[in-house]
């Protein structure tokens, strides 16, 4: 009897100290769902009334900003093989040229135009378009600021985009042929996550206010440093 009473304190111990290691642990799994891609219509070539921005890729392939007959707002069109297609609202009017454009970047290690403005106050977006990809399967839209990082170390950068005054965060990975995102604060149940550093990949998540944590990416999970 007093060797099974014994036994049953060894047993209560070590489960205390699991649940004490998990708790010490701040690992944190993300769930990631898949992204829909931009659905593409057909640009009528009348219907643009001024050319803002203009980025070639190649004979058959660029990307562009315009103004259309009907207001002033900036929008975005792609031309594939000599179609014009329009891929939906860039930015508002007058916004200043270092907060809308056209870039040529390298993303999920696939070659991609970004085309990128801001539709109001603390409210930026981009498209991702993946020249390479099948024109239906080509586009991607990405709301909140956005910048292209390497978060883990494969030499393929992923996309981090941060939306909102107090920070919401989603981190958009490469993963079964398809890209898929992950709500951070919905995730880990924060309050705010942001990208502290760049160089370090560092994110500053708050779970409770003045109470700023350290975390950074690895296989699908957010880990407290």
């Known amino acids: 009897m007093m060797r099974l009473k014994l036994l049953a304190v060894i047993m209560l111990l070590t489960l205390l100290l699991i649940g004490c290691n998990k708790a010490e642990d701040h690992t944190y799994s993300l769930d990631f769902f898949e992204v829909s891609k931009v659905k593409l219509d057909n640009l009528q070539l009348d219907n643009i009334n001024k050319i803002i921005e203009e980025k070639r890729i190649d ?7 315009f103004k259309d007959n009907e207001n002033g707002q900036v ?23 270092d907060l809308m454009g056209i870039e040529e970047i390298e993303i999920f290690g696939k ?24 024109p239906q399967d080509s586009i991607i839209q990405v709301d909140g ?30 993963k079964e042929d398809s890209i898929y995102a992950s ?26 206010p003045n109470k700023p944590e350290e975390y950074v990416y690895f296989k699908d999970s957010f880990i407290k440093r």
């Open 111 to 134: 070659k991609a135009v970004k085309i990128y403005g801001v539709l109001g106050a603390n409210y930026a977006q981009a498209f991702y378009w993946f020249v390479e990809e099948k």
């Open 145 to 174: 600021q956005t910048m292209e990082i390497d978060l883990d170390d494969d030499d393929k950068k992923e996309i981090v985009s941060t939306l909102g005054t107090v920070p919401e965060t989603r981190i958009y990975v490469w």
């Open 75 to 97: 929008n975005g069109g792609v031309s594939l093989n000599g179609k014009s297609f329009y891929i939906g609202k860039v930015s508002v009017e007058n916004t200043p040229e």
């Open 183 to 208: 709500d951070i604060n919905k995730s880990i149940e924060a309050k705010s996550v942001s990208l502290k550093d760049k160089e370090k990949q560092l994110f500053e998540v708050y779970f409770e």
């Open 59 to 65: 004979n058959e392939l660029k990307a562009f900003l």
